[in-house]
């Protein structure tokens, strides 16, 4: 892990479990959407680091509410609760990935996928959200879209996205090569 890698993780816990973080204190009108930015090639480093904080959370705060959120568990639990996936399994098999990828555009738009989350993972029971696996999940979903489609569902409750690439405050480019839309309503969690 790189030195700066290893100062802004290190950063995240005490700010996470603080009560202005909790309750959104400083940000006006704003929603409470973070994102945390790093390089793909820190993916490793960065997922041993979410175990950690899960792990300290439940010591420092033990009261807190916290959901982890791994995008691509999620959207294989979607496609399983929708039986979609053992038949996604076998589009894939016979016609390829682009055929997969149309076929399941549709199922997984930002706003199912939201509701799905919301189902699984309430946000008025929850004190704060963490999400990673972006990069996992990518193409299958957008993030700028699911953020977008997030943002009645999540009320007040903290959401905190891991993600592989660049946030400028304006726009996500994944892996720092693939520009998404722009995406300027969450602050950097940590710069």
């Known amino acids: 892990m790189t030195r700066d890698l290893d100062e802004r993780l290190n950063q995240i816990l005490p700010k996470i479990i603080s009560d202005d973080f909790l309750t959104g204190k400083g940000l006006g009108n704003e929603i409470s959407f973070w994102i945390f930015d790093y390089l793909p090639e ?5 997922r041993k680091h979410l175990d950690f904080l899960m792990s300290q ?4 705060r033990p009261a807190l509410r916290v959901a982890h959120v791994n995008l691509f568990d999620l959207l294989i639990d979607y496609l399983k ?4 996936l053992g038949k996604a399994i076998e589009l894939q098999t016979a016609k390829g990935n682009e055929a997969l990828l149309k076929a399941l555009a549709a199922p997984l738009q930002g706003k199912n996928i939201a509701k799905f989350l919301a189902s699984q993972h309430p946000p008025q029971d929850l004190d704060l959200m963490l999400m990673s696996g972006v990069g996992s ?13 997030l943002h009645p569902i999540m009320g007040e409750t903290p959401l905190v996205l891991f993600y592989p690439g660049i946030y400028d405050g304006q726009s996500l480019s994944l892996f720092g090569q693939i520009k998404q839309d722009n995406y300027y309503r969450a602050f950097k ?3």
């Open 137 to 149: 999940a990518y193409p299958l979903l957008r993030t700028h879209n699911l953020l977008n489609n």
């Open 81 to 84: 609760d929708r039986n979609y």
């Open 189 to 191: 969690l940590v710069p």
């Open 57 to 60: 959370i439940s010591k420092q």
């Open 42 to 46: 820190d993916e490793l480093s960065v």
